[in-house]
Protein backbone atom coordinates (compact mmCIF):
# COMPACT_ATOMS: atom_id res chain seq x y z
CA UNK A 1 0.00 0.00 0.00
CA UNK A 2 1.03 3.36 -0.72
CA UNK A 3 0.91 6.17 1.78
CA UNK A 4 2.23 10.21 1.88
CA UNK A 5 2.96 12.27 4.73
CA UNK A 6 3.15 16.02 4.85
CA UNK A 7 4.98 17.76 7.69
CA UNK A 8 3.92 20.51 8.60
CA UNK A 9 0.30 21.82 7.87
CA UNK A 10 1.07 25.26 7.85
CA UNK A 11 3.89 27.07 5.88
CA UNK A 12 4.73 31.01 6.53
CA UNK A 13 7.57 32.67 4.08
CA UNK A 14 7.66 36.01 3.27
CA UNK A 15 7.58 37.03 -0.78
CA UNK A 16 10.71 36.37 -2.06
CA UNK A 17 11.82 33.76 0.03
CA UNK A 18 12.20 30.10 -0.55
CA UNK A 19 9.22 27.72 -0.64
CA UNK A 20 9.81 24.37 0.69
CA UNK A 21 6.76 22.30 1.45
CA UNK A 22 8.04 18.44 2.17
CA UNK A 23 6.39 15.39 1.26
CA UNK A 24 7.40 12.09 2.34
CA UNK A 25 6.15 8.90 0.56
CA UNK A 26 5.86 4.84 1.25
CA UNK A 27 5.21 2.74 -1.38
CA UNK A 28 6.82 -1.02 -1.95
CA UNK A 29 6.63 -0.92 -5.50
CA UNK A 30 8.41 2.14 -7.51
CA UNK A 31 6.02 5.07 -7.02
CA UNK A 32 4.41 7.97 -9.13
CA UNK A 33 4.51 11.00 -7.26
CA UNK A 34 2.39 14.18 -8.06
CA UNK A 35 2.09 17.60 -6.53
CA UNK A 36 -1.14 19.52 -6.99
CA UNK A 37 -2.26 23.02 -5.82
CA UNK A 38 -5.78 24.33 -4.88
CA UNK A 39 -6.83 27.52 -4.52
CA UNK A 40 -10.02 28.03 -2.22
CA UNK A 41 -12.88 26.74 -3.42
CA UNK A 42 -11.88 25.34 -6.72
CA UNK A 43 -10.34 21.57 -8.15
CA UNK A 44 -7.01 20.42 -7.85
CA UNK A 45 -4.10 21.51 -10.19
CA UNK A 46 -1.51 19.69 -11.30
CA UNK A 47 2.04 21.64 -10.46
CA UNK A 48 4.20 18.67 -11.56
CA UNK A 49 4.86 15.08 -11.51
CA UNK A 50 7.39 12.31 -11.05
CA UNK A 51 7.47 8.52 -13.09
CA UNK A 52 10.71 7.45 -12.94
CA UNK A 53 12.34 9.69 -15.21
CA UNK A 54 14.49 12.79 -14.70
CA UNK A 55 14.96 13.06 -10.62
CA UNK A 56 14.56 16.82 -10.65
CA UNK A 57 11.33 17.94 -12.03
CA UNK A 58 10.09 21.08 -13.05
CA UNK A 59 6.66 21.82 -12.95
CA UNK A 60 4.29 25.70 -13.89
CA UNK A 61 4.96 28.44 -12.03
CA UNK A 62 8.54 28.21 -11.02
CA UNK A 63 7.96 25.14 -8.83
CA UNK A 64 10.20 22.10 -8.91
CA UNK A 65 10.76 18.86 -6.61
CA UNK A 66 13.38 16.19 -6.52
CA UNK A 67 12.59 12.89 -6.10
CA UNK A 68 15.32 11.21 -3.78
CA UNK A 69 14.68 7.27 -3.15
CA UNK A 70 17.12 6.91 -0.29
CA UNK A 71 14.68 9.46 1.42
CA UNK A 72 11.53 8.58 0.46
CA UNK A 73 10.91 12.30 -0.24
CA UNK A 74 9.33 14.49 -3.18
CA UNK A 75 9.60 17.76 -1.25
CA UNK A 76 8.62 20.85 -3.32
CA UNK A 77 10.26 24.04 -3.68
CA UNK A 78 10.29 27.45 -5.36
CA UNK A 79 13.41 30.21 -5.19
CA UNK A 80 11.30 32.93 -4.37
CA UNK A 81 7.61 32.89 -3.40
CA UNK A 82 5.28 35.59 -4.49
CA UNK A 83 1.88 36.50 -3.17
CA UNK A 84 -0.05 34.61 -5.80
CA UNK A 85 1.91 31.10 -4.46
CA UNK A 86 -0.37 31.40 -1.25
CA UNK A 87 -2.69 28.21 -1.26
CA UNK A 88 -3.38 24.48 -0.83
CA UNK A 89 -0.55 22.31 -1.95
CA UNK A 90 -1.07 18.20 -1.66
CA UNK A 91 1.26 15.61 -2.41
CA UNK A 92 0.28 11.92 -3.83
CA UNK A 93 1.32 8.84 -4.72
CA UNK A 94 0.54 6.37 -6.84
CA UNK A 95 2.29 2.63 -7.73
CA UNK A 96 3.41 1.92 -10.96
CA UNK A 97 1.66 -0.34 -12.66
CA UNK A 98 -1.35 -0.21 -10.54
CA UNK A 99 -4.17 0.31 -13.53
CA UNK A 100 -6.98 2.26 -12.37
CA UNK A 101 -6.46 2.90 -8.78
CA UNK A 102 -6.54 6.20 -7.31
CA UNK A 103 -4.04 8.68 -5.90
CA UNK A 104 -3.15 8.12 -2.55
CA UNK A 105 -3.01 12.17 -1.03
CA UNK A 106 -1.31 13.82 2.04
CA UNK A 107 -3.37 16.21 3.85
CA UNK A 108 -2.23 18.73 2.42
CA UNK A 109 0.32 21.80 3.69
CA UNK A 110 -1.49 25.89 3.82
CA UNK A 111 1.22 27.88 2.26
CA UNK A 112 0.92 31.50 3.25
CA UNK A 113 3.24 34.53 1.64
CA UNK A 114 3.64 37.09 4.16
CA UNK A 115 3.99 40.44 2.01
CA UNK B 1 -3.62 20.54 -21.31
CA UNK B 2 -6.66 17.99 -20.16
CA UNK B 3 -9.33 19.86 -19.01
CA UNK B 4 -12.20 18.52 -16.68
CA UNK B 5 -15.29 20.25 -16.64
CA UNK B 6 -18.19 20.31 -13.44
CA UNK B 7 -21.13 21.30 -12.92
CA UNK B 8 -23.06 23.30 -11.05
CA UNK B 9 -19.90 24.91 -8.96
CA UNK B 10 -22.62 25.48 -6.24
CA UNK B 11 -26.00 24.13 -5.18
CA UNK B 12 -28.14 25.04 -2.22
CA UNK B 13 -31.66 22.93 -1.76
CA UNK B 14 -33.82 21.89 0.83
CA UNK B 15 -33.35 18.77 2.77
CA UNK B 16 -34.45 15.38 0.72
CA UNK B 17 -34.00 17.11 -2.10
CA UNK B 18 -31.58 15.37 -4.92
CA UNK B 19 -28.82 16.64 -6.46
CA UNK B 20 -26.67 15.44 -9.59
CA UNK B 21 -23.52 16.53 -10.20
CA UNK B 22 -21.93 16.37 -13.63
CA UNK B 23 -18.15 15.66 -14.50
CA UNK B 24 -17.20 15.74 -18.02
CA UNK B 25 -13.35 15.50 -20.04
CA UNK B 26 -13.25 17.69 -22.39
CA UNK B 27 -10.31 17.08 -24.40
CA UNK B 28 -9.43 13.44 -23.91
CA UNK B 29 -11.09 10.35 -23.14
CA UNK B 30 -11.52 9.07 -19.25
CA UNK B 31 -11.57 5.54 -18.70
CA UNK B 32 -11.81 6.47 -14.98
CA UNK B 33 -13.46 8.91 -13.04
CA UNK B 34 -12.79 9.34 -9.12
CA UNK B 35 -15.43 10.96 -6.82
CA UNK B 36 -13.74 12.87 -3.66
CA UNK B 37 -15.53 14.75 -0.27
CA UNK B 38 -13.50 17.65 0.85
CA UNK B 39 -14.44 18.81 4.16
CA UNK B 40 -13.22 22.70 5.07
CA UNK B 41 -9.15 22.11 5.95
CA UNK B 42 -9.17 18.53 5.18
CA UNK B 43 -7.56 16.61 2.18
CA UNK B 44 -9.70 14.76 -0.36
CA UNK B 45 -12.01 11.81 0.98
CA UNK B 46 -12.04 9.02 -1.88
CA UNK B 47 -15.64 8.25 -2.16
CA UNK B 48 -15.42 6.00 -5.10
CA UNK B 49 -13.91 4.85 -8.78
CA UNK B 50 -16.14 4.23 -11.64
CA UNK B 51 -14.86 2.58 -15.06
CA UNK B 52 -16.73 3.53 -17.77
CA UNK B 53 -19.36 1.42 -19.04
CA UNK B 54 -19.42 -0.65 -15.45
CA UNK B 55 -20.65 -0.35 -11.65
CA UNK B 56 -18.79 1.67 -9.70
CA UNK B 57 -16.51 0.63 -6.68
CA UNK B 58 -17.69 2.24 -3.67
CA UNK B 59 -15.07 3.24 -0.72
CA UNK B 60 -15.34 1.78 2.83
CA UNK B 61 -18.67 3.53 4.52
CA UNK B 62 -19.75 5.34 1.32
CA UNK B 63 -23.50 4.74 1.21
CA UNK B 64 -24.02 3.68 -2.95
CA UNK B 65 -27.37 4.21 -2.54
CA UNK B 66 -27.04 7.83 -1.08
CA UNK B 67 -24.54 8.49 -3.66
CA UNK B 68 -25.07 7.39 -7.16
CA UNK B 69 -22.83 6.97 -9.64
CA UNK B 70 -23.04 6.48 -13.27
CA UNK B 71 -19.99 6.62 -16.12
CA UNK B 72 -21.95 6.19 -19.16
CA UNK B 73 -19.39 7.14 -21.55
CA UNK B 74 -15.86 8.26 -21.62
CA UNK B 75 -15.97 11.30 -21.50
CA UNK B 76 -19.23 11.91 -18.50
CA UNK B 77 -19.75 10.94 -15.03
CA UNK B 78 -22.67 11.88 -12.77
CA UNK B 79 -23.01 11.77 -9.14
CA UNK B 80 -26.66 12.26 -7.83
CA UNK B 81 -26.98 12.41 -4.32
CA UNK B 82 -30.18 11.79 -3.17
CA UNK B 83 -32.48 12.60 -0.93
CA UNK B 84 -30.01 15.37 0.91
CA UNK B 85 -29.81 16.31 4.27
CA UNK B 86 -27.66 18.90 5.96
CA UNK B 87 -25.01 16.26 7.01
CA UNK B 88 -24.60 15.84 2.89
CA UNK B 89 -23.59 19.49 3.25
CA UNK B 90 -19.70 19.25 1.97
CA UNK B 91 -17.53 20.36 -1.34
CA UNK B 92 -17.56 17.38 -4.23
CA UNK B 93 -14.74 17.06 -6.41
CA UNK B 94 -14.56 14.93 -9.80
CA UNK B 95 -11.32 13.28 -11.10
CA UNK B 96 -10.73 11.79 -14.17
CA UNK B 97 -7.80 10.10 -15.33
CA UNK B 98 -6.86 9.03 -19.57
CA UNK B 99 -6.32 5.65 -20.58
CA UNK B 100 -2.55 4.46 -20.44
CA UNK B 101 -0.58 3.51 -18.22
CA UNK B 102 -0.46 4.83 -14.62
CA UNK B 103 1.89 7.69 -14.65
CA UNK B 104 -1.00 9.89 -16.63
CA UNK B 105 -1.79 12.09 -13.51
CA UNK B 106 -5.46 12.57 -12.67
CA UNK B 107 -7.31 15.81 -13.74
CA UNK B 108 -9.53 17.91 -11.45
CA UNK B 109 -13.14 19.55 -11.72
CA UNK B 110 -13.61 23.10 -9.86
CA UNK B 111 -15.64 20.62 -7.49
CA UNK B 112 -19.03 21.58 -6.62
CA UNK B 113 -20.04 23.36 -2.90
CA UNK B 114 -23.34 21.41 -1.89
CA UNK B 115 -25.15 23.12 1.24
CA UNK B 116 -28.56 21.22 2.32
CA UNK B 117 -30.73 23.69 4.11
Known amino acids: AQSVTQLGSHVSVSEGALVLLRCNYS??????LFWYVQYPNQGLQLLLKYTSAATLVKGINGFEAEFKKSETSFHLTKPSAHMSDAAEYFCAVRAAFSGNTPLVFGKGTRLSVIA | GAVVSQHPSRVICKSGTSVKIECRSLDFQATTMFWYRQFPKQSLMLMAT?????????EQGVEKDKFLINHASLTLSTLTVTSAHPEDSSFYIC?????????????FGDGTRLSIL
Open chain 2, 50 to 58: SNEGSKATY
Open chain 1, 27 to 32: SSVPPY
Open chain 2, 95 to 107: SARGQGEGNQPQH
